[in-house]
């Protein structure tokens, strides 16, 4: 799990570190209890006052720290997003942009396998609420849908692609699959070593 707190002798903080080391905690304890009942539940199933009994804390508490359960999966978005652009924005575009595009592929399946409950909170639970376009806290993750079309036309201009083919639909064509798959294994539908060929043999198909 994400942990934004460090290890420090509590005898060596002053008393305003202490509170912030122990709001800190605290907040971490709220995220990490909604993240597994959202993927075991499902958004809609899930209450502040099922959170509350989780971590042992009233409503009441919760909503010192989150104003809605909304603001907890914003929360929670934000984290999962961040270690998927951890994966892939510090790999800079080589010559190759199909190589590029593959090797990012990949790596949107191992994030799934690496974080299993952030990848099916974000990307395959339909009921969360929407993140919108012009939600700051979000806009990293434009640089990440930027660069990955960017290779995509990159290689539509060296015509690997066809001229006819839009990015952006380019793109999707080559997630859904990935998308479905891990779907599939995290379910416990297909058996992890099926789910990796076939993934692999997805994208090698689709581009």
Not at 187 to 192: D, G, T, V
Request: glycine content about 4%; proline content about 6%.
């Amino acid at each position: 799990m994400f942990s934004h707190t460090e290890s420090v002798p509590e005898e060596r903080m002053s008393r305003e570190e202490r509170q912030q080391h122990a709001r800190a905690t605290t907040r971490r304890a709220i995220l990490d209890a909604p993240l597994a009942l959202f993927v075991r539940d499902g958004y809609a199933q899930v209450s502040i006052r099922n959170i509350a009994a989780k971590v042992d804390y009233s409503p009441g508490a919760i909503y010192g720290y989150f104003a809605s359960k909304d603001e907890i999966f914003f929360a929670l978005a934000e984290e999962g997003f961040r270690l998927l652009g951890a994966t892939q924005l510090p790999h800079a575009p080589s010559d190759d942009p199909l190589d590029d595009i593959r090797a990012a592929a990949r790596r949107f399946y191992e994030f799934s396998k690496i974080q299993p409950q952030y990848f099916a909170l974000v990307f395959l639970d339909r009921r969360v609420p929407r993140i919108g376009r012009e939600y700051e806290r979000f806009a990293f993750m434009s640089d990440l849908k930027s660069r990955l079309r960017s290779q995509m036309q990159r290689c539509i201009d060296q015509g690997i692609f066809p001229a006819s083919v839009h990015p952006e639909v380019g793109l999707r064509l080559l997630w859904a699959p990935i998308l479905g798959f891990a779907a599939l294994r995290l379910s416990e539908r297909l058996p992890a070593e099926d789910a990796d060929s076939l993934v692999l043999d997805a994208i090698d198909t689709t581009i």
